[in-house]
């Protein structure tokens, strides 16, 4: 019956939602080429992060269409992104300007990148000439644009940001920010730190069994501060210098399988991140140098694993250097052309035999234009990568790709109506990762970069009044992806390989509409919605039993829906998010499945004053109805929890 509610919740809102559109003026301090931008992307901005009260990063892009988040457990677990079905290595993740490198794995885990210093957040798929977008991004099929609170310039002298949360589990999150500014130059320092023992409990079904525990091995600690400087140092130059370190200590919950908890494994990550940058703007021409260097330990303990000495101790270190310089520049008022180079170098060195010492040294390169016309523009980029790797046992060799890319967008079709029409195709690659290439028993030193041709055709429809806004988008794709990197078993299934034989064709609509209106100075509500279908099909081979199913863990239905209703200082929001159900290995048979879910959250916030100082407070009930669900088999998730929320703003 919840389900049904649900659905229909979901259908009628979408219909209303003509009717109802702004919740009150979110003040969003971002640069000029961001906002700019903020209307052609999927954005979060700061107000509606203060509602929904996330745990991290991968919490807050369940609200956008076309994304998923593999979530291997709730609480300071592992999170990984899919954008339009393609896996998280094709995904750029760009914070303040610079990108979170990682040539060990090839992914970010979203779920330790906090939430509470964000002023935007944006997916971006289509054309970006914003010159703080690093050049290697270009090269992604999709990119992860983030603005802080600490690395933004404003007028204001002083700046205070304080937040605490305590909700369920033992769960105890805290984060402090302070930003100064002097005539022309700004500092700012951070500090966060968050905790919890994770003991939530679950149920598992089985057949017609149910199963009911307690999760175990969860718990987690991190920690991480930082300093910012930045200013003019000239009539047309600013810098910013940022250094930033973390350090998280958890216990790594396993696979709940028969009942058991064997689990035993725990995780201690050190990551120090020093990063600068210059920008200069002249008249038409805009330029940026860029430098980023990081630093990471971690060290992984298995006291139960079967071997001869019955643990494992592995440590790895990883060290990454970034320069590069971008720009553009307006040659006539209709053509602006840009382009930037950019040199990487990673390396890994690690306890565990087999690997070795890989070195990767990675050169990339972009140009393009942007011309108008009539009611149309013409973006066209054009991006290289050549990518040398070598190895302590004599292995090099080196990979060289060419990206095009090219998009259509129309003005305003209609003045008062403010419709666009966006279509673009756009070729991308991921490398294979350190651990794909030489990991003890799976790497494979001959793996090809994978490759995704994207086409996109879509329509934005942004109607205003004085009363209203509202942000509606609708777009259809197919992704084409070649060469897909696989794990396959050979000896047995504890001897895996990693070969290029996978090709899958996706199919995708999305629908998202962002919308808020004021019925009077008392009276105002906000909605967010957005529905995703997505066919993902494996087309490797037609002799083969896994030939046009869907391939693992994606969805064909996914959706959200929030809803919040304000009078004055308080407000309710209502908070939906759902999945059909996926398959854990690309065979789509039943005893494959992974149960579909509906999630509700709901909130009660509102501010009050204390000696002339605003507080917002929230209290949040999520997982509502308590239920049962699992985003990786057997990976159970928590059930119904709470969280007091207060955070305050001084400016």
Known sequence: MKKYLSIVFVLISFSVLAQLPDLEVQEVRVSDSSRRNLDRVLTIRRAQILELQPEDVGQLLQKMAGIQIKSYGGLGGLKTISMRSLGGQHTSCVVDGFSILNSQTG??????????????????????????????????????????????????????????????????DTYLSYKFRLRKLYLSIFGKYRNADGAYTFSLQNGQDSYTGIRANNRYEEASTGISIGGKLTKNGTFTFQFRSETSDQELPGAVILYSNNSFQTLKIQTHRAQTAYLYQFKKLMLRFYASGSFGEMLYHDPNYFNSVGEIHASYTTKNLQIGTNGNYRLTENLEVFGGIEQQISSLETTVSGIGKPVRLANFSVLGFSYSFAKVQLTSQFTSQLVQDQNSYSFHQSRFAFNPFIQLETNELFRKKRLKLIAFYRNSLRMPTFNELYYSSIGNNFLRPEQANQFSLGMQFTPKTKKSAVLARTNAYFNQVEDKIVAIPTKNLFIWSMQNIGKVAIFGTEASIDANYSFNE???????????????????????????DQIAYIPMHSYNADISLKRNKIGFRWSIYGNSLRYSLNENTLSNQVAGFILHDLAVFGSFTLKNQTFRWQFSCKNSFNSSYAIVRYYVMPGRNYLISLNYALH
């Open 522 to 548: 008392k009276w105002s509500c906000a909605s967010l919605l957005n529905y995703t279908l997505q066919l993902a099909l494996d087309v490797t081979d037609r002799q083969s039993p896994t030939y046009g």
């Open 107 to 172: 992914q970010v885990n979203l779920g330790s990148i906090q939430a509470e210093n964000i002023e935007t957040i944006q997916a971006i798929i289509g054309a970006q000439k914003n010159v703080h977008i690093p050049v290697s991004a270009h090269a992604s099929g999709s990119i992860l644009l983030i603005e802080t609170f600490e690395n933004s310039l404003s007028q204001e002298k002083h700046q205070l940001r304080f937040s605490t949360k305590v909700g369920s589990f033992g769960q105890y």
